[in-house]
């Protein structure tokens, strides 16, 4: 039996407490320009660091035609078991990260407001969630490590008052050494190599520290480094450490000392003056995301007093305390918002100084069909939904309706918006290229701006989950019914033509889903690999027959009878072969089998799509009058008959992720188009 010293000692043997003592390393100034002088990274910006930290995870490179697509593994949440992973949004995080290099670099980029901009539900808030977590992260690891200073107290040498912004500790250095201290510390570094560069001043509370000890040691400098003492720093969030998140509120409660800190007057009272920074708290957003990142959420709903604030921490990098000079800071500034506040921002000629300083990010809802699956399977799976089974093609149906509403009605004649929902996903269409396909991304400018939310079909996944409690699965039109009855008071949705319009897509969607398990109900009953092997082998020796101009030995009568045409043409009509093309198609068939005797291999039909595909809706129509199916919509199935249907239940359950309800279900469906008359193909 476990005892409580047991866990104790299972948690004790898991300590790293090197890494703690690393994490919480003090040391002197002197100590920490040995640092410098070996890891020159540790003086990084806020945007070279955030760059680095994303480059960490790892890039993966791939060719798309002409283009290349960039994958950056760190957007896939690798840490945090892919709980906030991204999917389908390379191209606008490609250009994200491309934001962030050049800032880094300092091309002018550090000088904006990255704003992401995109419909809601698009993933804005989960992409500024992964930046401030994997920051966060990488602070703590060797590579991300970064310092800030303190000041010993005079009386008490024990104590340390630490620098509210978290500033790096080279500010100390005056601006007239810097050049020399620079050349020291970036002495034999090859041209690719990081260099040190110094900028900025010490903020109030450290400008006045600094002056007073310098008073006190007569100008001596050396005295005052003396005083201080460096620590390493772990940006937090929770911790308010290098991490800020700013959301509006509404006017009457809105305080520009928000982002920029107030006066602390309880501490007036010791210090005698209000422009004294021990009586400030420099607790204000600004402050707090100093040397890391902040995050502006909704930031077009700011208040005008605000936005001095922004602009001023933009393009110069400082702010402006209350009683206080500007003040240098070092943090990546990104905000996200939705189309209908990036139109009044773009209407509005108060605002264009905002513009001017600001770099806009789409950030559109998914538009590939697979990676909007992947979306919904990260919430709705075996592990997640616990006591209920999710029908195949569930989500795969909800995903297909989402994607329609997003794409624009393609330009291209007899091109349907389903064809290019499947073009998109990498199914290939005759007379469509990749160029052909990247020009219809190209012609339809506002797709993915538009449309339906995620979190509207995930609201909708659930309510169909807990709306049927005696089911044990939920299938497709469980779901699609949802989705369709919360039109009707979509909250965003207020054009009556835009929630027709979104009717039909859902019935393109029901057909789309007949053809899909009419199909799969097909091979399931021609599943039987002996038949079809018999039936190909028949087959085979039939146009071998026919190709060489000779007879066929009849197993039965042993008579040599002419090839079997009827036979044939019932195959090669299952994949529209014409009459006109059968000698062809027979040839081709001959051909390839004698390729492959060459390199002595043996024709096996499944590696012949289109064959395979003939074969198995020929053994299908063959085999469906004999299993009855039709029966299942009567309620009248004899023995035999429930024996063969229970075969390809299994077959479904087993090949195609089916549980019994649900594969009783689609078989009844299916069995429901046969009796109606529709069996076309």
């Not at 300590?15 to 540790?42: H, S």
């Not at 593994?73 to 491309?98: S, Y």
């Not at 809601?120 to 800030?148: N, P």
């Amino acid at each position: 039996m476990t005892t409580g010293n047991d866990i104790i000692s299972l948690v004790s043997e898991q300590q790293d407490r090197d890494k703690f003592r690393r994490k919480n390393w003090v040391g002197t100034f002197a100590e920490y320009l040995d640092i410098v002088r070996t890891t020159p990274q540790v003086t990084r910006t806020a945007y070279q660091r955030v760059y680095d930290m994303i480059l960490s995870y790892g890039v993966d490179v791939e060719k798309n035609g002409r283009e290349k697509v960039y994958r950056y593994r760190f957007f896939d949440d690798p840490t945090n078991d892919g709980r906030d992973a991204v999917f389908g949004l390379r191209e606008p995080l490609h250009k994200l990260v491309n934001a962030l290099k050049s800032a880094a670099f300092e091309y002018g980029i550090e000088k904006r407001v990255l704003l992401l901009h995109g419909p809601v539900g698009s993933s804005k808030s989960t992409i500024v969630r992964l930046l401030k977590q994997g920051l966060q992260r990488y602070s703590t690891t060797d590579e991300g490590a970064l310092y800030t200073l303190g000041w010993v107290d005079e009386e008490n040498r024990e104590e340390v008052h630490w620098c509210p912004m978290n500033e790096e500790p080279l500010h100390l250095i005056p601006e007239r050494f810097r050049a020399d201290v620079m050349a020291q510390l970036n002495r034999d570094r090859g041209l690719d190599d990081f260099k040190v560069r110094i900028r900025g001043e010490l903020d109030p509370f450290c400008r006045f520290m600094y002056q007073q000890r310098l008073k006190k040691y007569d100008g001596d400098w050396t005295r005052v480094v003396d005083d201080i003492r460096i620590k390493r720093v772990i940006l937090s969030e929770k911790d308010r450490v290098g991490i800020g998140t700013f959301q509006p509120k509404d006017e009457k409660n809105q305080d520009a000392t928000e982002l920029t800190g107030d006066i602390n007057y309880r501490k007036i009272a010791v210090y005698g003056s209000d422009s004294d920074p021990r009586a400030f708290n420099f607790d204000g957003e600004f402050n707090v995301a100093n040397r890391g990142l902040i995050e502006f959420v909704e930031v077009l709903k700011l208040d005008v007093a605000f936005l001095y604030d922004l602009l001023g921490a933009s393009q110069e990098h400082r702010i402006k305390p209350k009683k206080f000079a500007q003040t240098d800071i070092d943090e990546v500034i990104i905000g996200h918002t939705n189309e209908p506040e990036y139109r009044r921002l773009k209407n509005n000629e108060f605002m264009e100084a905002l513009r001017d300083r600001t770099v806009k990010i789409d950030i559109p809802y998914v538009t590939t069909l697979e990676e909007e699956i992947h979306i919904y399977e990260k919430d709705y799976n075996e592990k997640t939904v616990a006591n209920k089974h999710i029908a195949p093609h569930t989500i795969e149906m909800a995903a297909m309706w989402a994607l329609l509403t997003r794409l624009e009605e393609p330009k291209h004649a007899g091109l349907t918006r389903l064809q290019k929902l499947k073009l998109y996903n990498g199914k290939t269409l005759p007379g469509f290229t990749e160029e052909n396909i990247a020009e219809l991304r190209e012609d339809a400018v506002n797709e993915g701006l538009v449309g339906i939310s995620p979190r509207y079909v995930q609201d909708k996944i659930s309510n169909a989950l807990v709306a049927h409690p005696d089911a044990r699965s939920i299938n497709p039109f469980m779901v699609l019914n949802e989705l369709a009855s919360g039109l009707k008071h979509h909250g965003l949705l207020n054009n009556e033509d835009t929630k027709q319009e979104y009717r039909e897509l859902l019935d393109v969607v029901k057909e789309e889903y007949s053809n899909i398990v009419k199909n799969e109900v097909q091979r399931a009953i021609a599943a039987d690999e002996d038949a079809l092997s018999r039936l190909c082998g028949n087959y085979i020796d039939n146009i071998k027959a026919y190709t060489q101009r000779e007879k066929v030995k009849n197993p039965y009568t042993g008579q040599y009878d002419e090839p079997d045409e009827r036979l044939m043409r019932s195959i090669e009509e299952k994949i529209d072969i014409p009459d006109s093309r059968k000698d062809d198609f027979r040839r081709e068939i001959m051909n390839y089998i004698g390729a492959l005797s060459i390199d002595g291999k043996k024709f096996d039909y499944k590696t012949n799509e289109r064959l395979n595909k003939a074969l198995e809706l020929k053994l299908f129509e063959d085999q469906k009058d004999s299993i009855k199916l039709t029966s299942l919509v009567s309620n009248v199935v004899d023995a035999e008959t429930q024996q063969k249907i229970d075969v390809v239940k299994g077959r479904l359950i087993r090949d195609y992720g089916y549980d019994d309800e649900s594969a009783t279900d689609v078989l009844q469906y299916v069995a429901s188009i046969f009796a109606r008359g529709d069996t076309k193909e």
